[in-house]
């Protein structure tokens, strides 16, 4: 599968938003559409939103799952008021759609999960109560789609940041990230992977490694 460095996925998101893609929409609709095809009607859905464009993702998926008749939750444990200008907006929808925001994991597992929490960005270890919280997601064995990466693991790198989320699914946008791809932690957590484009080509130059 090929693979691309942070930078390159960076470059390519930066230059289609300045074309004028509005690119949270598209992966949050990519992702709706990836969960909704593995859950059941009436299926139970939880989505856990961290506090960058990445929670954005899961918070545009977890609207479209809604309006699909599914029961959506979404946990956002840092809170909206530092989100991002694009992850904020999704959050506005989420409620403008009816859904409900917890500050933490329900008592009761999902049917599936989205794993939405940190991404690409991540580049530290998870400190402990995010630590905490993956661990609780991961101890529930549901199934788990990642959005671009499980969450704790390094993208260009593919090392685990503590310990990841275990996904049965990730589904990069744009392309995959090289940590994904190569021998370790970021290909064992991982699960099956796929990737949506979102309609955005890498620029000329960077070749895929």
């Known amino acids: 599968m090929p693979s691309h460095s942070v930078a390159q996925i960076r470059r390519a998101e930066q230059l289609a938003l300045a074309e004028g893609a509005s690119l949270m929409p598209r992966a949050g609709a990519a992702a709706a559409t990836f969960a909704a095809e593995r859950v059941g009607p009436g299926g139970s859905v939880l989505a856990v939103a961290g506090p960058g464009n990445n929670g954005g993702d899961a918070l545009e998926a977890a609207a479209r799952l809604l309006a699909l008749g599914l ?22 929808g989420w409620l403008d759609a009816g ?25 530290r270890p998870l400190d402990s109560s995010w630590q905490q919280l993956v661990d609780t997601i991961n101890a529930w064995r549901v199934p788990v789609l990642a959005l671009d990466v499980p969450s704790g693991i390094d993208a260009d790198s593919g090392a685990a940041l503590g310990r990841p989320i275990q996904a049965t699914w990730t589904l990069s946008f744009i392309a995959t990230a090289r940590g994904l791809t190569h021998p370790g932690a970021g290909r064992d957590a991982a699960g099956e992977r796929h990737v949506d484009t979102l309609g955005v080509s890498m620029p000329p130059g960077d070749a895929a490694g």
């Open 71 to 92: 029961r959506v939750q979404v946990v956002l444990p840092s809170g909206p008021e530092k989100l991002p200008a694009d992850a904020a907006r999704a959050w506005g």
């Open 99 to 123: 859904g409900r925001t917890l500050a933490s994991l329900p008592s009761t597992p999902p049917d599936l999960l989205i794993d939405g929490l940190f991404g690409i960005g991540l580049n």
